[in-house]
């Protein structure tokens, strides 16, 4: 039927230039190909018989949408829209430009549902269909604006008005019944945990960050997957309690609690994984290169954390010729391709951190021995260095770097102990009880609001801007605390006009290989088995990048197994 009713409109979609038209429930335009849906709608000749029948259709969905609670229907995928919504516009916030939400984030969301057969498709024949009977244009119906519209809440701008697209969300619910269930807020909660969504990758809550994460590495913007991952934990971006943000015709309760309720950090590999799995899923092409002026590119990440780990900028030549001489300041390295298993996937963070502990075994050994024996003799010759810059004492870096680590852990410690994992929202897990909740709730704060002021208690202070360094070193203390510009002299020697590294040892991290298939590491980090110094380096990047030591581990033992071959 589409290509019938699509036949006669033959102008090229303004966003790819394909001629590829489909049409939606409410009789509009989309590219097939982009998924860009157009402001044109399909001309009918018996306008009189589709006016009645839209009428008789609005009527009866006005009448379900409205329930006895005082609330409306809503889907899960409602749900995560929002949720996408409000990270987009975080992200916007902290200067991503908008065309990550406008048109990157909405069409891998508009695609992820096309793909999931939840919109943009065709129903299944034989199955019984639960529409949402949301009327975009305001011409047609004046719908209630606190009611979630489908594919809205990624709209261009509140200027150029809502995205025009009629639909029927939840396109193969089997069985459905006309209520929403008593166990869940929404409709289709019960079986959105019932039923089999492996081949259609079931939407979940990390899986909204990486959605964000796609958008911004096809945008290469500098954010990285761990800065991304600890804005969230800091509270610039939405995700924990982020259905406080809901509609109040949205009721939360029962099984969606389960869905949207996160009690938990979010996990680096959980998010890149689920990154990966999406691309693959959404058939997304090759991504745009990261090229060596990108941010997300070796040689610019190891610049920004030699910066933050206090360590000399002569470092940086260092880790471009490992860079250089590996072979991973590639494009077709660095680019991601979906589906292609053959590629490696790429950690953009991990790897750089991972490069300057190479360049720091090459130099000075970490073996708790040898670097501290090339302090001495640093310290040694700062005294009667009376030219140029002081040479890098690794001690004195270390003792240095160890007290400012331990204060920030400690205060990141603190923070995460006191956390309130208890949202504001009260949550009930059925609507008969929600009177009860709500009631004691109150009393709650009541209560919280009385003491208070018999105590005298503080407020909690607000939380401070979000920032691309954790850890701030500036050459202008006369304390000494700042190693940037000192020099490398100490630890290298002039060999055909080149300088290399005195040390001219090295110890591998795959002594022990990890021989489980599935394991998926190459091998296995136990402290106890490595020298405290390369542990120390570890902690450092780790506490940067807010990862475990052994993401880090794995990426130093890869990149040297990829140099031996």
């Not at 697209?165 to 079986?191: I, Q």
């Amino acid at each position: 039927m589409d290509e019938e009713d699509t036949r006669d409109f033959n102008e090229r979609c303004a966003q790819c230039s394909e001629v590829n038209w489909g049409l939606t429930d409410g009789g509009r335009f989309y590219c097939r190909s982009c998924h860009n849906v157009t402001e044109r709608t399909r001309e009918v000749v018996n306008t009189d018989f589709i006016t009645n029948s839209r009428v008789q259709t609005i009527s009866k969905s006005l009448r379900k949408q409205e329930k006895n609670d005082g609330g409306c229907e809503w889907y899960i995928c409602e749900g995560f829209q929002l949720v996408l919504k409000k990270q987009a516009e975080a992200l916007e916030a902290l200067g991503v430009c908008p065309q990550m939400k406008d048109e990157i984030l909405c069409n891998f969301w508009r695609c992820y549902l096309q793909k999931s057969k939840q919109a943009y498709c065709k129903r299944p024949a034989g199955e019984t269909v639960k529409a949402l009977s949301v009327c975009e244009s305001s011409t047609d119906v004046d719908s209630d604006p606190e009611r979630p519209s489908l594919l809205h809440l990624l709209s261009l701008s509140e200027s150029e008005g809502d995205l025009q697209t009629d639909c029927s969300f939840a396109s193969s619910v089997t069985k459905v019944s006309e209520s929403t269930s008593v166990y869940s807020g929404s409709v289709d909660g019960s079986l959105y945990l019932m039923k089999n969504q492996k081949e259609k990758l079931r939407m979940t809550m990390p899986m909204t960050l990486s959605f964000c994460y796609m958008a911004l590495l096809w945008l290469r913007e500098p954010i990285t997957l761990s800065e991304l991952l600890r804005f969230v934990v800091e509270g610039h971006i939405p995700y924990l309690n982020v259905f406080q943000h809901f509609p109040e015709k949205m009721n939360l309760c029962g099984l969606d609690l389960r869905i949207f309720c996160v009690e938990s950090w979010p996990v680096y590999e959980e998010v890149f994984n689920k990154m990966h799995e999406l691309a693959a899923f959404l058939d997304l092409p090759r991504f745009p290169d990261i090229t060596d002026s990108c941010f997300l590119h070796p040689d610019m990440l190891c610049m920004k954390y030699l910066m933050e780990a206090n360590l000399p900028d002569e470092l940086h030549n260092w880790t471009c010729r490992v860079v250089k001489k590996i072979g991973i300041g590639e494009v077709d390295f660095l680019t991601l391709m979906p589906g292609n298993k053959s590629t490696r996937k790429v950690k953009y963070d991990v790897l750089a951190a991972a490069i300057i502990v190479v360049v720091l075994k090459l130099l000075f050994l970490l073996d708790d021995h040898y670097e501290w024996l090339l302090s001495e003799f640093a310290e040694e010759r700062n005294k009667n260095n009376t030219e140029g810059g002081p040479y890098f004492e690794f001690k004195k870096w270390y003792e240095v770097v160890k007290q400012s680590l331990d204060v920030e852990q400690k205060k990141l410690d603190e923070e995460r102990a006191k956390y309130l994992w208890r949202c504001e929202k009260p949550l009930f897990y059925s609507v008969k009880n929600k009177p009860k909740v709500l009631k004691r709730r109150q009393m709650v704060v009541n209560l919280q609001n009385q003491f208070g002021k018999l105590s005298g208690s503080v407020r909690r202070a607000e939380k401070p801007n979000p920032s691309s360094f954790q850890l701030n070193w500036s050459e202008e203390n006369t304390d000494g605390s700042c190693f940037h510009g000192h020099s490398l002299k100490g630890v290298l020697q002039e060999k055909c006009g080149l300088l290399t590294a005195m040390n001219p040892d090295y110890w591998l991290c795959t002594v022990k290989l990890c021989n489980e298939k599935l394991c998926g590491h190459l091998a296995h980090y136990r402290e106890v088995e490595f020298p405290q110094s390369y542990h120390f380096v570890l902690g450092l990047f780790a506490f940067l990048l807010r990862i475990q030591p052994s993401y880090i581990h794995d990426e130093d033992a890869a990149e040297m197994v990829s140099k031996s071959e």
